[in-house]
């Protein structure tokens, strides 16, 4: 991996099938709502929890260097810790 190298996208690291299991964690029934708040990052849905949760627990060192490199993109409790 170059130094130089672009921080990964939030699609980038969900895994197969994570629309479902999102939906599944959540409780929310529309797809097309949660592939968009992937997508573009809508750090302001109530759904961004459970995705970055997901990112994370699937994901642990994609999700640290995103997050390294999107900290206004954390909830205030994860940015304290």
């Known amino acids: 991996m170059k130094n130089n190298q672009a921080p990964p996208k ?3 690291l969900m895994p197969e099938g994570f629309l479902g299991t999102l939906a ?3 409780g929310c029934t529309s797809i ?3 592939s ?3 997508l573009r990052e809508r ?3 109530k759904y961004w929890p459970a995705v970055l949760a997901l990112a994370e627990a699937t994901n642990p060192q994609g999700y640290a260097a995103w997050a390294q490199a999107n900290p206004d993109k ?3 409790v994860a940015q304290a810790a």
Do not use: G, N, W, Y
Request: zero cysteines; a positive charge.
């Open 10 to 12: 939030m699609r980038q």
């Open 24 to 26: 599944d964690r959540t």
């Open 32 to 34: 097309p709502d949660l």
């Open 36 to 38: 968009q708040i992937v």
């Open 43 to 45: 750090v302001k849905s």
């Open 74 to 76: 954390l909830p205030a």
